[in-house]
């Protein structure tokens, strides 16, 4: 609907779109899982239906997130598919049912090698320089705006670290660290920073090194879970592929932006798929996938008794503090009103204090 220009885009404006997250580059991440985990599910499908509908929903979020214009989601993908295609022609290239597959796996990875090198010869082209998603590919360089920026904030992020190495500033308390050290260079762009947009500094100031490593130990884990799976053949080669590659490239978008609640939602969920598998001993291997399976009476009970749990935490922490939120905004626009801004303005306030949730604040003077 942004892209046909029905719905405008929240941050993207009429250039990029951003779904409902509200951000073209978080929506480029969270699109990166879900692409992988559509190829997962058109390789183990076995119903023709099946397969048509999971490689449809990929190439389109491929599409789609072409229209995000994300330059750290395309660094990604040009950096992890070729590694994809290069790996998965060794490992079937004795296969002659792969016949057809591989034909397409070659002809993409020449075009990642081609488009690249026409891309460089027209960008400079009128049509190229007014397109507002080849644009920006075209005018990426060190030296501009955004790319620049980086560099001043991942150089923040470093003095941030040396001065708390080892637990770090806490979590949400980079804008310390930003105000703190900030660099003149970033006078043109927004006024505070609250990330380093950098996965690695973010979790150096965050936790210090032992949250880095921590975090970093998500990864080491997932790994040694993969690989070992796909030795004693729990998982098929194809897929064994996709779980290889899909985190590597969200790593190395992240090196260029930062986790978020989306985000979080799929990663986590692709460690739990992984976490499921039970991996079998070396001395009684078996070629099928085992998942564990929980006593369904008891999910039941958890299912139910989460669920109502979740509903309650969810009205005190989620519901009122969004009409709360309301409230101020409706607030905020009544002082432009043409009839009694002051006593609208006072209703809105009185409103979203009366929600009585954590955005209250009590001040008292002596």
Known sequence: LQLLGIKEAIQGGGVRIDGTIGNPTYLAIYLTLIIGISF???????????????LGSALFLIFIMFFTASRGAAVAWAITLPIFLILYLSIFRNEAKEKIFKRIAAIILAAIVIIPILFLLIKNQNWVKEHPVLSRFANLSLSEQTVRS??????????????????????????????????????????????????????????????????????????VVVIKGYRQKIIESKEWLVLLILPITYFIQNLFVFDNFN??????????????????????????RQINAPNTSFSLIVLIVGFLATCFILYFTAIKPIAQARAIISGLSATASSEDPVG??????????????????????A
């Open 344 to 365: 609208k303005t006072l209703e809105a306030f009185d409103k979203a204090l009366s929600y009585n949730t954590f955005g209250n604040a009590t001040q008292h003077f």
């Open 150 to 223: 980086r560099f001043f904030m991942w150089g923040i992020g470093i003095q941030g670290f040396l001065e708390r190495p080892i637990l770090g500033w806490g979590q949400e308390n980079f804008i310390q660290v930003f105000s703190k050290h900030f660099h003149p260079g970033l006078y043109d762009q927004e006024p505070w920073f609250d990330r380093a947009h950098n996965i690695i500094f973010d979790w150096l100031n965050n936790a210090g090194i032992l949250g880095l490593l921590s975090y970093l130990a998500l990864f080491a884990t997932y790994f």
């Open 40 to 54: 997962i599910l058109f390789f183990n499908s076995t119903k023709l239906w099946q397969k048509r509908f999971y």
């Open 263 to 288: 985000t979080y939602l799929v990663f986590f969920t692709l460690l739990a798929y992984v976490n499921s598998w039970e991996v079998p001993s070396s001395e009684s291997r078996k070629s099928e």
